[in-house]
């Protein structure tokens, strides 16, 4: 590699990792304990499904036209919006609203036993979980900080690339992990920085990316639910919508979308005029049967006043992508065990994050010809500490 392409390369990397730095400390510090989200809330006893017992309501239970009606007596003059199981346990939830075009500061959402029916209460809330999750999602400025952090998770990718190929040059003259602690403090900092950010570098690769499509994540699931849904409903686009007087069975509904998806589990269901759905439509969303399809999703609309069966499409894979990158930012598809790991990586993250700010903070003068000369040579040049 010449000079002039190792400069290069290092001005890229340094830029990349300058920018996002701060970004990337606050998603750490704030991540670390939303890994941990359900078992906190279960601490805290503000977790319904660790109370619950008996089959997952997205399998059995009480039927969904009886969950349904008990819902709209505690909300009298409301419509359904929403309703949402649990692949684990029998709680249920059911979203009404004024209007089955409600915004989201109307809703309300109600908490069921399926397989006793009985009403849990209100909505469990921790207010320290909610404010780190909408900090690390969106810096309390809704779709402009999502995208904001979108492009610090894209510039930290870049960061990553430029920096594993400035290590090749620099290492082929060491042995791998060579620590120079001899050296002046910048140097063994440096080695420190550079061989656990190599280490860490896959799984950092991984957590950028999926950071990245879940920042950009709202715009690519507005356009295909808008596109997908207006596709599939398409023979009904000049009728009137259909007022909720007129709905019929849930139960029929499911039966009919479960026989043409056999072996998958409902996750949800949009109820006719919401966003999620169309104005004659019950929009049942389903998810596989594993720890990483579970988080598939498959719509299927079933007319809700005949419960015929309209159509039922896979997502793209972009969207599909979009909803496995979910889980696995969060290392939140195996268990506890695999959360602990991320964990620790997300300590060795900040390690590396800091470490590489105070390098650049306690740069001297010549730095960048320096570390050029320290790149192309396989050799540190002596600095002062």
Partial sequence: MTRSTIRAWYLVHKWSSIVPTLFLLMLCCTGLPLIFHDEIDAAMGQDYEASLRGPASA???????AMLAKALAERPGEVPLFMAFSPDSPLLTVTTGPTPAAGGDQMTLLFFDRATGASLGPAPTNQVMDFLLELHTDLFLGLPGM???GVMGLSFIVALVSGAVLYAPFMRRLRFGTLRESRSRRVARLDRHNLLGMITLAWALVIGATGAINAFADPLTDRWRDGEVAAMTAAYADEPALPPSRYGSLDAAMASAQATLPGRSPQFIGF???AWSSGHHYAIFFQGDRPLTKHLLTPALVDAATGDLT??????ALNQALMMSKPLHFGDYAGLPLKIVWALLTLAMIWVLWTGAMLWWRRGAGQIERRVDEIQSG???RAAP
Avoid at 59 to 65: E, I, R
Avoid at 311 to 316: K, L
């Fill in 379 to 381: 050799v540190a040049t």
């Fill in 147 to 149: 995208l904001l952090l």
């Fill in 311 to 316: 159509d039922s499409r896979t997502m793209p």
């Fill in 59 to 65: 399998v059995a239970g009480l039927p969904l036209d």
């Fill in 272 to 274: 006719p005029g919401g």
